[in-house]
Nanobody, 121 residues
Framework: QVQLVESGGGLVQPGGSLGLSCAAS????????MAWHRQVPGKQRELVAT???????NYADSVKGRFTISRDNAKNTVYLQMNSLKPEDTAVYYC???????????????WGQGTQVTVSS
């Protein structure tokens, strides 16, 4: 079993910055991909950014140039640094990871419980 726990959400002003963290724990052999998604009530969850185990990154067009995803493999942690925040960035941000728990086993996916980010003056 693998658990993902997000932290770092909160209230920030437009133009401000906020950093999110997501730590994976449990039975982990390797983590291939980690990602951040976000969801606003009444809307579908959307992909924000992804990072592979080789540090290849991809970003949603809406956050390119403003957000940076990174990971610390020694800590099984993924980060999302959010700069130049806009009110439309307000959402619950969810951590996602594709994890291999055994060296010869399958890759499974996991979701965190989410952390609220509110951008408002």
């Amino acid at each position: 079993q693998v658990q993902l726990v997000e932290s770092g959400g909160g209230l920030v002003q437009p133009g401000g910055s906020l950093g999110l963290s997501c730590a994976a724990s449990g039975s982990i052999f390797s983590i291939y991909t980690m990602a951040w998604h976000r969801q606003v009530p009444g809307k579908q969850r959307e992909l924000v950014a992804t990072i592979t185990n080789s540090d290849s990154t991809n970003y949603a067009d809406s956050v390119k140039g403003r957000f940076t995803i990174s990971r610390d493999n020694a800590k099984n942690t993924v980060y999302l640094q959010m700069n130049s925040l806009k009110p439309e960035d307000t959402a619950v941000y969810y951590c996602f990871a594709i994890v291999r728990s055994r060296g010869t086993g399958p890759f499974n996916y996991y979701w965190g419980q989410g952390t609220q980010v509110t951008v408002s003056s």
